[in-house]
C-alpha cells in the first residue's frame, strides 16, 4: 500500500465569478434607482447614475474612472522617455574614458598613433549618436573600452526588438551570433508572411511552418495569421506613439542610433518594414498619437513602449467605464484590463456593477413597455413599498426592530382559513398549521427531532379575519413647481407608494385614489405618479382635487371616507364652470370660496380628513387651520422624512375611529 503523503496545492481561484462572494443585494440599489425615478429621472437613467455612483460599500463607475485617471497621470508623472539615450551616453562615456587611460599609460605605443587617437576622441561630435557612428571603426586599444562600446550596439538591438516583442532584452541578454541570426531569421519570415496575407494569400501552410520554426518568439500561441497581427500591432502602435512623444531631438538621435543595432543597419530596417506591414493591416489602430511625459525616471524603448500601451488600455477603460456611447453595457469592461492596471479589487467592484446591471434587468424590477423604454415594474413597485411602510412602522412603533401592531388593522371574525405571517400582522395564530410547517421543515433540513422542535418565522400561520369596515381613501397630492424646487418631491411620492402598498396588502377592502394637484388636478396610478417629472407649472388647484375626490366617495357610498391633503401652499387656482383652469397669485376671494365650498360637499359625508401642511408659512398655517377646524379635521405639519409616517399613522386612525363608530 502507497503510504506516502499526499499533498495538496493551493492557489487563487480562476473558474469564473468567486463562488463564495456575497450575493449581490438588489435593496440598495433598486431604492436609489427609485428615488432617482420619484425625482425625475427614466428607469434607465436611474440605473445608470446608481452605477455611476455606487453604493455604501460599492465602488461605482466614477470611482474607477477616476483610479484610472489617477493611474494615468501617475505614469506620466514619473516617467521621461530617453532612458535609452541615456544609457547609450553612458555606455559611451565609459568607454571613451577607458580608452584615454589606455592611452595615458601605454608606453609602447608610437607617439604619432596616441595623437592621432587622442584627436579623435577630443573632435567626437557632440551627438550621441554621431559620436557613436563615428567611433564604428575605430580601433580600440582599451578592453573595457570596446566592450563598453559593443554593449552600445548590443543594448540598440536588444532595446528596439523589445518594443516590438514584449520580453525580447532580457531574452537576448549576453545572446550569441547564432541568438542574433535566429531573431533576424524569424523577422525576415514574419514579414515575407505578412506581405503574402496583405496580398490576399492563403496563408494557412505558411503560418504552421512559421509557427514550427519561430514559435518560440510568441508565447501567446497565435493559431492564425489574424492572431499573429493582433499580438504584434497593438504594441508597434505603441512604440510609434512613443517616438512621437519624444522630442524632435530625441527621436533623431534614435533615428541615427537605429543604424548601430547589433553593428548592422539591418535590424532598423527589418523593423521598419515590419511596422509598414502592421499599419497597413491594422490602419484602424492609434499610430498617430502622442503622450507628455513629465517625470524623472527615464525609460528605455522597450519599458517606454509597455508604458505607451499601458497609457493605451487606461484610455480604453476610461471609455468603457464612461458608457457614453450607444448601446453602452458593463459587459464591456475588460475586467482583465481593469485588474492589470488598478488590482483584483478593482475587477471585483466592477463585476459586481456588471452583476447587479444584469439582475436588475432580468429580475423583473424594471420592465420593458412597448415604446422600448424602462419602467419599474409591478413586482418592484411591491417591493419599494414593502420598504417604505416598514420603515413608516418603524417610526410609529417609537423603537427601532418593533413592530407598530397598528398596521394589522381590527381583527374581525375567523374565516377559517389561514396564511404565512407578514409583518405587522396581529391575528391569532394557527397553532396546528404553525407545528405542522415546523415538523415539516425540520425533516426536510435533516434535524434531529429527539433534540426538540425549533419554530422559525417561515413557519408561522396566522388565522384570516374578516374586516368589519372599509375605507375610501382620498390622497390628494401638491404637484405644484414649489414641491420639487423645495425638495418634497420625492418625500410625497415616497408617502404614496408607502400608503399604496399597505391598503393594496393589507386593506385589501378599502379603496385608495391618488389624485395629483397643481395648475389642473388628476387621477393617477401609482406607478404614473412614480414616475412623474416636475414640471415648472404655477397654480394648487385644491378646488378641481376636491371635485374629483368628491367623486370618487359618491361612486362608494357604503365605505368611510377618508380624506387626506398634502400641500405646501394656499390655493391659487380653481376650476370654472366651462372646465377651465384660473389662476391668481396672491389667492383669489373667488378661489377660495370655491375651495371650501367643495371641502364642505366632501365633509358632510362623514369624512375623515387631515391637512399635511409642508414648510413654515404662517398664511398656510392659517388657511389650514381654518379648514380643519370648519371640517372637524386635523392638521399635521410634519418634518419631510416624517411625512410617510404622518400620513400611514392618520390612515390607521381614521380606521380606528371608524371601527369604534361600528363597534
Request: hydrophobic fraction near 35%; aromatic fraction near 6%.
Amino acid at each position: 500500500m502507497d503510504r506516502r503523503r499526499r499533498r495538496s496545492r493551493y492557489g487563487r481561484y480562476a473558474g469564473g465569478p468567486d463562488p463564495l462572494a456575497p450575493p449581490v443585494d438588489l435593496a440598495e440599489a433598486l431604492k436609489a434607482v427609485t428615488d432617482d425615478v420619484m425625482a425625475g429621472y427614466s428607469p434607465e437613467g436611474a440605473l445608470r447614475e446608481y452605477l455611476r455612483r455606487g453604493g455604501r460599500e460599492q465602488r461605482g463607475l466614477d470611482d474607477l474612472a477616476r483610479e484610472v485617471h489617477r493611474r494615468r497621470q501617475e505614469l506620466l508623472r514619473n516617467h521621461r522617455l530617453d532612458g535609452t539615450l541615456e544609457e547609450v551616453k553612458r555606455l559611451l562615456d565609459a568607454a571613451v574614458l577607458s580608452e584615454r587611460k589606455q592611452l595615458a599609460r601605454d608606453a609602447t605605443m608610437d607617439d604619432g598613433d596616441r595623437a592621432l587617437r587622442e584627436m579623435t576622441l577630443d573632435s567626437l561630435p557632440s551627438s550621441t549618436a554621431a559620436a557613436v557612428s563615428s567611433l564604428s571603426s575605430y580601433d580600440w586599444q582599451s578592453s573595457d573600452a570596446r566592450e563598453s562600446y559593443d554593449k552600445i550596439k548590443d543594448l540598440l538591438g536588444r532595446e528596439m526588438l523589445d518594443q516590438r516583442f514584449a520580453g525580447m532584452k532580457q531574452a537576448l541578454e549576453n545572446a550569441t551570433d547564432e541568438d542574433r541570426q535566429a531573431v533576424s531569421e524569424m523577422l525576415s519570415d514574419l514579414n515575407h508572411l505578412l506581405e503574402a496575407h496583405r496580398r490576399g494569400e492563403d496563408t494557412r501552410e505558411m503560418m504552421r511552418d512559421f509557427m514550427a520554426k519561430h514559435g518560440q518568439f510568441f508565447p501567446e500561441n497565435p493559431q492564425t495569421v489574424e492572431e499573429l497581427i493582433d499580438a504584434l500591432a497593438e504594441r508597434a502602435a505603441a512604440a510609434q506613439r512613443m517616438m512621437r512623444s519624444m522630442s524632435q531631438e530625441q527621436r533623431d538621435e534614435l533615428m541615427a542610433l537605429s543604424a548601430q543595432a547589433f553593428g548592422s543597419p539591418e535590424l532598423a530596417q527589418q523593423l521598419g518594414r515590419l511596422d509598414a506591414n502592421l499599419q497597413a493591416l491594422r490602419p484602424g489602430g492609434d499610430w498617430s498619437g502622442q503622450e507628455s511625459f513629465s517625470g524623472d525616471e527615464g525609460l528605455g524603448l522597450g519599458d517606454g513602449t509597455g508604458v505607451l500601451q499601458d497609457l493605451a488600455e487606461l484610455e480604453s477603460l476610461a471609455e468603457q467605464l464612461g458608457q457614453g456611447y450607444g448601446g453602452a453595457h458593463l459587459d464591456d469592461v475588460d475586467v482583465d484590463a481593469l485588474a492589470r492596471q488598478l488590482g483584483e479589487e478593482a475587477a471585483i467592484s466592477a463585476r459586481r456593477l456588471a452583476e447587479i446591471e444584469r439582475q436588475m434587468r432580468s429580475s423583473g424590477l424594471l420592465r420593458r413597455t412597448p415604446d422600448g423604454s424602462l419602467r419599474l415594474s409591478p413586482a418592484a413597485m411591491r417591493r419599494l413599498g414593502k420598504s417604505l411602510l416598514e420603515d413608516a412602522a418603524k417610526h410609529l412603533s417609537g423603537r427601532t426592530g418593533s413592530r407598530d401592531t397598528r398596521l394589522a388593522g381590527a381583527a374581525g371574525d375567523q374565516t377559517g382559513a389561514s396564511r404565512e405571517w407578514a409583518f405587522g400582522d396581529t391575528e391569532p395564530w394557527d397553532v396546528t398549521r404553525t407545528i405542522t410547517n415546523a415538523v415539516r421543515r425540520t425533516v426536510v433540513e435533516g434535524a434531529d427531532p429527539s433534540k426538540g422542535l425549533r419554530i422559525d418565522v417561515r413557519d408561522v400561520e396566522v388565522a384570516e379575519t374578516e374586516a368589519r369596515t372599509q375605507s375610501a381613501v382620498a390622497l390628494l397630492v401638491d404637484v405644484s413647481y414649489s414641491m420639487a424646487a423645495e425638495g418634497r418631491w420625492v418625500p410625497m411620492k415616497r408617502t404614496a407608494l408607502a400608503l399604496h402598498h399597505l391598503v393594496s396588502t393589507r386593506y385589501r377592502g378599502d379603496r385608495l385614489e391618488l389624485v395629483t394637484f397643481g395648475y389642473l388636478a388628476q387621477t393617477m396610478d401609482i406607478d404614473e405618479l412614480t414616475g412623474l417629472s416636475a414640471v415648472r407649472e404655477q397654480g394648487t388647484n385644491l378646488h378641481h382635487a376636491l371635485l374629483l375626490a368628491e367623486k370618487f366617495f359618491r361612486e362608494h357610498p357604503t365605505m368611510q371616507p377618508v380624506l387626506l391633503v398634502v400641500t405646501d401652499g394656499e390655493p391659487t387656482a380653481h376650476l370654472t364652470g366651462e372646465g377651465h383652469a384660473w389662476f391668481a397669485y396672491p389667492p383669489d376671494d373667488e378661489t377660495l370660496r370655491l375651495t371650501i365650498q367643495a371641502l364642505d360637499q366632501v365633509a358632510r359625508r362623514g369624512t375623515q380628513t387631515t391637512f399635511f401642511r409642508l414648510g413654515d408659512d404662517p398664511g398656510l398655517a392659517r388657511f389650514m387651520g381654518t379648514l380643519a377646524e370648519r371640517v372637524d379635521g386635523r392638521v399635521v405639519s410634519p418634518e419631510l422624512d416624517e411625512l410617510g409616517t404622518a400620513v400611514v399613522d392618520s390612515y390607521l386612525r381614521s380606521r380606528r375611529a371608524a371601527q369604534t363608530w361600528y363597534d
